[in-house]
């Protein structure tokens, strides 16, 4: 079993930036792709980064695409999504996702691809 645990969100004024943090814990961390998706009000969780387990290769969503960045630090099992430039649109339950993987240049961008969650933090962005 793995365990993921998103921390880091809040209220935040347009313009502003935000660190969310989620740690994993119970397997080798390095064998897993991580991804960031979010959830707005009244809409689908939807994705928003991803990683693959080498932290060699990420994408992201259209929408955000120039403002966040995602990373990983193996040393603390940690993966990280830099929000800048916040927008109100950017309001959400922001969760994390962790897949097991043999292929450490692989990152996955759907919801039904990853196989552990993390609770969510909710981050908002007034204007």
């Known amino acids: 079993q793995v365990h993921v645990v998103e921390s880091g969100g809040g209220l935040v004024q347009a313009g502003g930036s935000l660190r969310l943090s989620c740690a994993a814990s119970g397997r080798t961390f390095s064998n897993f792709a991580m991804g960031w998706f979010r959830r707005a009000p009244g809409k689908e969780r939807v994705f928003v980064a991803s990683?693959?387990?080498?932290?060699?290769?990420?994408d992201y969503a259209d929408s955000v695409k120039g403002r966040f960045t995602i990373s990983r630090d193996v040393a603390w099992n940690t993966v990280y999504l830099q929000m800048d430039s916040l927008k109100p649109e950017d309001t959400a339950v922001y969760y994390c996702a962790a897949k097991y993987t043999a292929y450490s240049v692989i990152y996955y961008l759907k919801v039904d691809d990853y196989d552990y969650w993390g609770q969510g933090t909710q981050v908002a962005v007034s204007s």
């Open positions: 990683i693959s387990s080498s932290g060699g290769n990420t």
